[in-house]
Each structure stands twice: as C-alpha cells, then as structure tokens.
C-alpha cells in the first residue's frame, strides 16, 4: 500500500483581499467625546469615530480614577499570599494576590505596599516590578502595575469597610497550579504568578528570592 500523502489544501482566493497591512499609527478619528456617567472610581466615556475604515461609529470607554496594583508577596518559607473575596460584577468567589487601586500620582510601589499592609497585615523589606498590563483593552485604560516582594514580616490587616477579605498563603508551586488550573483567574494574578515562574526557570530572579521559591 502506498504511503498516505495528506491533501494539498486549496489556496483560499479571498485570503490576499482580506490582509491587513501592518500600521502602529492611530487609524481613528474621535469626531466628539461625552462622558455618559462617572462616580469616584470610574468615567464612561462616549466616542463619537470614524472607525478605520471610514465608517462612523460609537466607541465607549471605561476609564478607572485609580491606577491598579498587585503584589506576589513571598514569605520566608517560600509561600505564596492570597487574597479571597467575592468580586461583585461577576457574582463569584475569586482567590487572587493582593490587589487595589492607587493615585494616579503616587509611585505604584507605594500603592501596592499599602494595599499588601492593609489587606494582609504584610510589610516586604524587597520589591521588584514585574509587569506593567493592559487591562481588558477593548473597553477600558486601565494600566496595572505588579511587583515581586519578599523578606515579608507579619502585621495586623486594616482592610476597607466595603471589604470582606480572607488570607491564605500556599507554597508558591501550589499558587502557579491554581493560574494553570483555573483556580485563580484574575489577570493579574495569573500574569504576574507565571511571570515569576518564569523568571525563576530562566535565572533572572536574585538569589534570595528563588532560593525561597524553590524551598
């Protein structure tokens, strides 16, 4: 019998009219803006466009007052701080790394170490940046910033009166499960968790830091 040779597919002769030449520039034209509703955390904004194509068009944009931040907070037996809470909009139940909003004038470090103190109770002695994300880029500018913090001490948590919080820490190996699993499927947590191992696998992370990822 001879040798099974796969179909050659046929060539699509629409494919060549459907390519997109690649550009960076801006290809919108904002005719108008209005804000449609705005409160102390968020702005929605409404666009009156030319899409790319020409043709007219509404773009509204969700535009957060604070800046977004995020902790991997690793203690000194190699553990992984989470931060559970039921998260509003979805209806649902999430386990994420400590997270909030800051000023959009204050050093994101800042921010992010408050909210790591208030939620957790945590203080790190050392702080490396991650990632800076887009957040959803279709429908909001949302900018988050996450940071890897370690030589972590213990404190007492002071969190917001809206907020009903509770704190587990995990071996970070068990932490990266959860993003792979699903278990965790914040975008920040699960960016920035990986981000780390990464970082780790490659040996990109001080000494001391990976020596306590991988005890």
Aim: hydrophobic content about 40%.
């Amino acid at each position: 019998m001879p040798a099974y040779s796969p179909p050659t597919p046929t060539p699509d002769p629409t494919a060549q009219e459907c390519r997109v030449p690649h550009q960076t520039g801006n290809p919108w034209t904002v005719l108008s803006s209005t804000t449609q509703y705005e409160n102390p955390w968020i702005e929605v904004i409404e666009h009156k466009v030319l899409a790319p194509t020409g043709k007219p068009g509404l773009y509204g944009v969700v535009r957060p007052r604070s800046l977004a931040t995020g902790v991997v907070a690793i203690d000194g037996e190699g553990r992984v701080t989470l931060v559970g809470q039921h998260r509003f909009p979805l209806d649902q139940y999430s386990w994420e790394i400590p997270e909030g909003g800051g000023d959009k004038s204050v050093d994101p470090q800042l921010s992010a170490a408050r909210e790591l103190r208030e939620e957790t109770g945590q203080t790190a002695r050392h702080w490396l940046p991650l990632m800076t994300m887009h957040l959803s880029n279709c429908i909001t500018d949302e900018v988050a910033h996450t940071f890897l913090a370690w030589g972590v001490e213990e404190g007492a948590a002071c969190p917001d009166d809206t907020e009903a919080l509770s704190v587990r820490r995990v071996p970070f190996a068990e932490a990266v499960a959860m993003a792979m699993t699903g278990a965790i499927t914040d975008s920040m947590s699960v960016a920035s968790l990986l981000k780390v191992q990464l970082m780790a696998l490659n040996g990109s992370l001080p000494d001391d830091v990976a020596r306590l990822i991988r005890s």
